[in-house]
Structure formats: C-alpha cells, structure tokens
C-alpha cells in the first residue's frame, strides 16, 4: 500500500495564482517531510522539507503547512510563475530507520501564463 | 559541491539478458541508493546501502542485485532483464538517511 499519498496527481493554475498540493501519510513516526521538484528531462531536486516540530516552513514562494493530528502536510506555491512548471514528489522517512525515504506517487504543475 | 556520474546515460538490452548500471559520487557521502522510475509514475526503491560493503532492499528489490565496491560507487545488475523493465534508473546519495539526496542524472534502459 501507498505510505505517501498525493493529490491531485495533476494540477493547472494560472500565472500568479497560489497552487495547492498535498499529501498525506500512514505512520505517525515519520519526523522527516521533505519535497523534490523534477523538470522535464532532469532529476529530482530537494526543493524545501519540514520537521514536526514547527508546523510551517517558508522559502521565498514555497511554504510547507504541516498538520500534524491529521498526518497531512501540503506545498503552497505562492506567485506561480510558467517555470514552477515540473513534478512534485512529496517524501517522508522515521528517524532511526536506515535510509527509506518513502516518496509519493507525483503531481504534475502546469502554469500557465 | 560534488557530483554523481551514472553510466552508461543509455542502456540498450534484449530480454532475458545481464545488465549491470554504475553509479559514482565524489560527494563522500556515506548512503547511496537505487531507484526506478516509470514514466508517469514515482521513485521507488530497488536498493540502498548506508556504508561500504553495506546493502539494503528496497520495496522493488526482486530481479535485481546491488553491490557497493567502495564508498563511492555503487552498481546495480538486472538479473534477467524483462521488456516490462524499460525505465530510468535513478542513483542517489545523501550524508545520511535523513540528508537531502542528491540524484544523478539516470540511466534510461530499454529492452528489446
């Protein structure tokens, strides 16, 4: 089964507009939440990552809101801009667990000027 | 800043056969990993080793064998490579299992 799970797998907004994606989890003692980016043609990167202990992580745009009650957490990318356009793999791993970071299945962003 | 080389960027096989995908990192990072992934679909593990000579399966393991030479690289073998295998094999490496990966830039193998 899915430990990660993301939604929407596909996502459109326009140039300017704040999008919305998130993901949700099964096992209460993953501490580690972080999101990578893939553009068209390259690798997945580190965009940004939260731990539990705060339920909020801000970079610039990217801002990470992390409920922990409900074992969700979303990416908010604020001013989408035509290049935010590449897919977005949420993660999470348990401290103490050797290496497994679990990765959601994707979203895909779409900005369209 | 550092680099992971992955060879060969392309990986041409017929079924049933041995292939063998390298991995190098100049990072001195201590974990590297393995990963599959499909088009349209997630990263999903095959491998990963947390030290040299040190090896651990990931959920997609069968049908495949791993090997950490030495710190800085590491290799992955497709025992019997299958037309349903066609896909980009991603390598990895982190500081530690809680450290940002860092993903090379993949082998793309296709099975005839």
């Known amino acids: 089964q899915q430990q990660v799970r993301q939604s929407p797998q596909s996502l459109t907004v326009w140039e300017g507009e704040t999008a919305i994606l998130n993901c949700s989890y099964e096992?209460?003692?993953?501490?580690?939440f972080p999101w990578y980016h893939q553009f068209p043609g390259e690798s997945p990167a580190l965009l940004i990552a939260i731990r539990p202990v705060s339920n909020k992580k801000e970079d610039g745009r990217f801002t990470i809101f992390f409920n922990k009650r409900e074992k969700k957490f979303s990416l908010h990318i604020a001013d989408s801009q035509p290049g935010d356009s590449a897919t977005y793999f949420c993660?999470?791993?348990?401290?103490?667990?050797?290496?497994?970071?679990?990765f959601g299945l994707g979203t895909t962003l779409q900005v369209q000027p | 800043g550092g680099i992971i080389t992955q060879t060969p960027k392309f990986l041409i096989g017929q079924e049933g056969q041995k292939l063998t995908l390298k991995c190098q990192q100049n990072?001195?990072?201590?974990?590297m990993y393995w990963y599959r992934q499909d088009s349209g679909k997630g990263l999903r593990l095959i491998y990963y080793s947390i030290t040299e000579n040190d090896l651990q399966k990931g959920d997609l393991s069968e049908g495949y064998d791993a090997s950490r030479e030495k710190k800085s690289s590491f290799s992955l073998t497709v025992t019997s490579a299958q037309k349903n295998e066609m896909a980009v094999f991603l390598c990895?490496?982190?500081?530690?299992?809680?450290?940002?990966?860092?993903f090379g830039p993949g082998t793309r193998l296709t099975v005839l």
């Open positions: 993660a999470a791993i348990r401290t103490g667990n050797t290496g497994k970071l679990i």
């Open positions: 990895a490496s982190s500081i530690d299992s809680y450290a940002e990966q860092f």
């Open positions: 096992d209460s003692t993953f501490d580690y």
């Open positions: 990072f001195n990072h201590d974990t």
